[in-house]
């Protein structure tokens, strides 16, 4: 059973609408991060965060921006979903850094029209 | 910097054939590396990883992984699949002492009757 969750599961949403990605662990881990992935592509990190009030852009850039107020919660959110934005975006935690094993969640599945 | 190459997108083998699933990676320091399960419609999971010590590295599920440092790989290998095997396996290396994982694209594993 996951100790991370993430909603919803799927969207589809039309060109130019605000959305938010939820995500929330159960852990207690500090480090959480959000990963983007493509069929057939890496994971590319886009976000991730050190703690409460820490937040760090990744490797892959993103139009997203993150928050993080809470330990538990680390929401993803997007102004003006475009398109190109249409992938699978997960969310992981883990209670210290590399080699610190990732837990994820199940994935959000966005589909911008 | 760290890279991943999975030298295999898919692979396809009956049930209770054996498998390797190749990975190499690069870098210029000492590394961790990781084999990340990918079940259908579900997030990655840990399969296994190597920290140091023993070359070969035994996981969940009759997996296992060696490493080869002049070669720079580390391929995964189960002696008999099971249908259950069907998922995507993501090869990943960190750098000791860095903050993040670096994903392989991918190997899509298919276990037919």
Request: aromatic fraction near 12%; charged fraction near 15%; proline fraction near 5%.
């Given at each position: 059973?996951?100790?991370?969750?993430?909603?919803?599961?799927?969207?589809?949403?039309?060109?130019?609408?605000k959305i938010?990605?939820?995500?929330?662990?159960?852990?207690?881990?500090?480090k959480m991060?959000?990963?983007?992935?493509?069929?057939?592509?890496?994971?590319?990190?886009?976000?991730?965060?050190?703690?409460?009030?820490?937040?760090?852009?990744?490797?892959?850039?993103?139009?997203?921006?993150?928050?993080?107020?809470?330990?538990?919660?680390?929401?993803?959110t997007?102004?003006?979903?475009r398109?190109?934005?249409?992938?699978?975006?997960?969310?992981?935690?883990?209670?210290?850094?590399?080699?610190?094993?990732?837990?994820?969640?199940?994935?959000?599945?966005?589909?911008?029209? | 910097?760290?890279?991943?190459?999975?030298?295999?997108?898919?692979?396809?083998?009956?049930?209770?054939?054996?498998?390797?699933?190749?990975?190499?990676y690069?870098?210029?320091?000492?590394?961790?590396?990781?084999?990340?399960?990918?079940?259908?419609?579900?997030?990655?999971?840990?399969?296994?990883?190597?920290?140091?010590?023993?070359?070969?590295?035994?996981?969940?599920?009759?997996?296992?992984?060696?490493?080869?440092k002049?070669?720079?790989?580390?391929?995964?290998?189960?002696?008999?699949?099971?249908?259950?095997?069907t998922?995507?396996?993501?090869?990943?290396?960190?750098?000791q002492?860095?903050?993040?994982?670096?994903?392989?694209?991918?190997?899509?594993?298919?276990?037919?009757?």
């Amino acid at each position: 059973e996951a100790d991370i969750y993430q909603t919803p599961r799927y969207l589809v949403i039309g060109t130019g609408k605000k959305i938010t990605l939820e995500c929330s662990q159960t852990m207690g881990h500090d480090k959480m991060y959000w990963y983007q992935q493509d069929p057939g592509m890496e994971l590319h990190l886009i976000h991730y965060s050190y703690g409460v009030n820490s937040t760090e852009k990744g490797d892959l850039s993103s139009e997203s921006t993150v928050s993080r107020i809470r330990t538990e919660h680390f929401p993803l959110t997007l102004e003006s979903a475009r398109p190109s934005h249409t992938s699978q975006y997960l969310c992981a935690s883990s209670e210290w850094w590399v080699p610190s094993p990732l837990h994820f969640g199940n994935g959000t599945r966005l589909t911008v029209t | 910097a760290q890279s991943v190459t999975q030298l295999d997108s898919q692979v396809p083998v009956f049930e209770e054939a054996p498998v390797e699933l190749r990975c190499n990676y690069s870098s210029s320091v000492s590394v961790y590396l990781f084999w990340y399960v990918q079940y259908p419609n579900q997030g990655l999971q840990l399969l296994l990883k190597y920290l140091s010590g023993s070359t070969l590295v035994k996981g969940i599920n009759g997996f296992e992984a060696e490493f080869n440092k002049s070669q720079t790989s580390f391929h995964l290998r189960k002696p008999s699949v099971h249908i259950s095997d069907t998922a995507e396996y993501f090869c990943a290396v960190s750098a000791q002492g860095a903050q993040k994982l670096v994903f392989g694209q991918g190997t899509r594993l298919t276990i037919n009757p």
